[in-house]
């Protein structure tokens, strides 16, 4: 049996913590930018809303959290992995299938 030490258990409810935190933030403030707006939830101006603002948004505040708790630097290097897996997602196909053509033309 693998022995648990303070630190492992910290680091675990570290991380609980900093996804708690940010997800009940988010939806704190998703509400309350929805009826700024006056957006039913659901409808397309809701989400083209929270893909413009909200998710940057939780972006942000998960690094926020992640620094109160001390844990910036393993979700900084995460989340800049992620955000490179995003971005080659949209722009990144295009960019190789242009090079590929570019190569056997």
Do not use: N
């Amino acid at each position: 049996m693998p022995h648990v030490t303070w630190k492992k258990a910290w680091d675990v409810l570290a991380v609980l913590l900093i996804f708690s935190c940010t997800g009940t933030t988010a939806v704190f403030l998703s509400g309350k930018v929805s009826a700024v707006l006056g957006l039913t939830k659901w409808s397309l101006a809701w989400w083209i809303v929270w893909a413009v603002l909200i998710f940057p948004l939780y972006q942000i505040l998960l690094l926020g959290f992640a620094l109160i708790f001390g844990k910036y630097r393993g979700f900084r290097g995460r989340q800049v992995k992620i955000l490179r897996r995003i971005k080659r997602w949209f722009v990144g196909r295009g960019e190789k299938e242009l090079s590929d053509s570019r190569e056997s033309g």
